[in-house]
């Protein structure tokens, strides 16, 4: 009488990391109604082992298989079976090859026994969701920088109405290929901006950036692998402030698969905007004049003296201060023949040329 048996498998992990499968040989005999072999014989032969990766499996999700003809024979067929010492009843097991998780999504394994001698009939493990493991996505982290319009990274204050950008690096996991999607852009002002001074932040709200989304592309060479973009157009910061960017990468493409999406909104997102100022003087002056009238034998003096301000020489052109007038009474001392106009409203620059013109009823010089 030829006996069958039995496979079961369980693997946990993670994408890109191995799998393996583990294969055991449980004897259980039907004859008839039941018949029952207390005294087996142990379990020999080998088992060549198959995996469906996401996009060879069949079945709905949750009940995917691993159907036969499907998949791709693992390395290492065919491995011989082991008995397990002392088991009762007798098994025997043995283990695949390794198997790299290059695709998040649902793996499933199938088996095939063929047995060495007539003991046993050959069998194998397909149709079975209980063969398969589900990879979840890789992480992703998000890693911004404020550049110039040149791309060097900004360290220092900019000037209002600088032109700046942002520029994102995603960076994945060994095996799970590069990160592939967009990415969005939004700026916080001064205005929108989260925290405190010195820890400001654009965690939420803030204006989405015209370019988005953004298409990621590779950064060659990159270990782990890695995508870049940068924001477009670029953010004019035309007010004095801290202004913060915010970036959010969501998967798409050919490995949206293998990655779950990732943002930065940390300070370091962040810049300061300061303005400049520059002095210029320029020099003015209140033009006064005085003039003393002097009698040359002595004689007290009455009438008025009087002074008008022109514009250039000569005292022909334009009067840039009306006649002023002053009454002399019986002046007799350079102190009473002495006047002074009193401007206090008219300024001229220094680069102005004006001229007094002052007038008594009597000969008069300036002292």
């Known amino acids: 009488m030829k006996r069958s048996f039995f496979f079961f498998v369980a693997v946990a992990l993670a994408l890109g990391g191995s799998m393996q499968r583990a294969e055991a040989a449980s004897i259980a005999a039907f004859s008839g109604s039941q018949a029952l072999f207390t005294t087996p014989d142990k379990v020999d032969g080998t088992v060549n082992f198959f995996v469906c990766n996401p996009s060879q499996v069949s079945g709905a999700a949750g009940a995917e298989v691993c159907a036969a003809g499907a998949g791709t024979a693992v390395d290492g067929n065919p491995k011989t079976l082991a008995a397990d010492v002392g088991s009762t009843p007798p098994t025997s097991r043995v283990v695949s090859g390794a198997v790299v998780a290059t695709t998040a999504g649902a793996w499933c394994f199938r088996a095939t026994y063929t047995p060495t001698g007539a003991t046993y009939t050959g069998s194998n493990d397909t149709g079975h969701h209980a063969e398969c493991v589900v990879v979840p996505p890789n992480p992703t982290t998000t890693v911004t920088t404020p550049q110039t319009a040149a791309g060097a990274?900004?360290?220092?204050?900019?000037?209002?109405?600088?032109?700046?950008?942002?520029?994102?690096?995603?960076?994945?996991?060994?095996?799970?290929?590069t990160p592939t999607g967009a990415v969005d852009f939004f700026i916080c002002s001064p205005s929108q901006v989260q925290g405190a001074s010195g820890a400001e932040v654009c965690a939420t709200g803030g204006t989405a950036l015209g370019g988005n989304s953004r298409t990621l592309a590779g950064v060659a060479g990159s270990n782990p692998p890695a995508a870049s973009v940068v924001s477009s157009p670029a953010v004019v910061a035309n007010v004095v402030g801290v202004w913060c960017f915010r970036a959010v990468f969501a998967p798409g493409g050919t490995n949206a698969a293998n990655y779950t999406g990732s943002s930065d909104a940390r300070h370091s997102e962040c810049f300061s905007v300061q303005d400049s100022t520059?002095?210029?003087?320029?020099?003015?002056?209140?033009?006064?004049?005085?003039?003393?009238?002097?009698?040359?034998?002595?004689?007290?003096?009455?009438?008025?003296?009087?002074?008008?301000?022109?514009?250039?020489?000569?005292?022909?052109?334009?009067?840039?201060?009306?006649?002023?007038?002053?009454t002399l009474t019986?002046?007799?001392?350079?102190?009473?023949?002495?006047?002074?106009?009193?401007?206090?409203?008219?300024?001229?620059?220094?680069?102005?040329?004006?001229?007094?013109?002052?007038?008594?009823?009597?000969?008069?010089?300036?002292?």
């Open 153 to 177: 990274a900004i360290t220092a204050p900019v000037t209002v109405n600088t032109n700046v950008f942002d520029l994102a690096v995603v960076t994945g996991t060994a095996g799970a290929g």
């Open 278 to 326: 520059d002095i210029t003087s320029a020099q003015n002056w209140l033009p006064n004049d005085s003039a003393t009238v002097a009698a040359t034998g002595g004689t007290a003096l009455s009438g008025a003296l009087k002074f008008t301000l022109y514009q250039g020489a000569g005292c022909t052109g334009t009067v840039l201060i009306p006649e002023e007038s002053f």
């Open 330 to 367: 019986n002046a007799s001392t350079p102190a009473d023949r002495t006047k002074a106009t009193t401007n206090s409203t008219f300024k001229v620059s220094a680069s102005t040329i004006v001229y007094w013109m002052s007038s008594s009823p009597v000969p008069m010089r300036l002292w």
